[in-house]
């Protein structure tokens, strides 16, 4: 089945240190890969997407994130997190067929330590 | 440019009780869409509108959801009657146009926290 895993219930990092968020993949084909960032009482809000062509996508806000066929991966990275991307981060993949629907990952919970 | 607007933010009522969601979507965007997103999950899409025609309700629990767009603009989602498992955050979003989602930026509203008692 069509689906995106975010192994990682809760990570906490120190601010300043570099974050890694974990995403794995299962599709057929090449999959349209996103990462949302869910604030406190906010909405959902796009970082970045992947459609095809360079597999390092920059985003907003200083992330980036890394498509892997061959780990089947969508790692979300940002080189030194500040106590404001605290907050809840969903993986997301878009289906190619008519509904080309968004599908959601369980969200990774940040919590950023001074 | 105002984001999509949902209210209320939070309802709290008892079972069986009926409840009403509504959402205003970004001026211009003719997409519309209704997540659910239980506690500790992602958000799961209920229903997708193109102007006022439901083109995707295949996850919408029809005995006692339904939702309605009649002029292509803000849309309700109500349930009738709730149940205890119905506690959730109901979330609204809108795009410019269907075409693939991911063509074109979804954009999200700040969610109903329901709580029934």
């Known amino acids: 089945a069509q689906s995106v895993t975010q192994p990682d219930i809760h990570i906490t990092v120190s601010e300043g240190a570099s974050l890694e968020l974990r995403c794995n993949y299962s599709?057929?084909?090449?999959?349209?890969l996103f990462w949302y960032v869910q604030s406190p009482g906010q909405g959902l809000q796009l970082l970045l997407k992947?459609?095809?062509?360079?597999?390092l996508v920059q985003g907003i806000k200083g992330f980036e994130a890394e498509f892997k066929r061959s780990q089947s991966s969508f790692n979300l990275r940002k080189p030194s997190v500040h106590w404001s991307d605290a907050a809840e981060y969903f993986c997301?993949?878009?289906?190619?067929?008519?509904?080309?629907?968004?599908?959601f990952g369980t969200g990774t919970r940040l919590t950023v330590i001074p | 440019e105002a984001g999509v607007v949902q209210s209320p933010r939070y309802k709290i009522i008892e079972k069986k009780q009926p409840v009403a969601f509504w959402c205003n979507p970004i001026s211009g965007h003719n997409t519309l869409y209704w997540y659910l997103q239980n506690l500790g999950q992602g958000p799961e899409l209920l229903i997708r509108?193109?102007?006022?025609?439901?083109?995707?309700d295949s996850q919408l629990p029809k005995d006692r959801f339904s939702a309605e767009r009649l002029k292509g603009v803000d849309s309700t989602l109500k349930i009738q009657p709730a149940e205890l498992g119905d506690s959730a955050v109901y979330l609204c979003?809108?795009?410019?146009?269907?075409?693939?989602?991911?063509?074109?930026?979804?954009?999200f509203g700040p969610g109903t926290r329901l709580t029934v008692l």
């Open positions: 979003a809108s795009s410019l146009e269907r075409g693939l989602a991911g063509l074109v930026e979804q954009f």
């Open positions: 997301a993949f878009c289906d190619q067929t008519g509904a080309n629907n968004l599908f």
């Open positions: 992947y459609f095809s062509g360079d597999t």
């Open positions: 599709y057929g084909a090449t999959p349209y």
């Open positions: 509108y193109e102007n006022e025609e439901a083109v995707d």
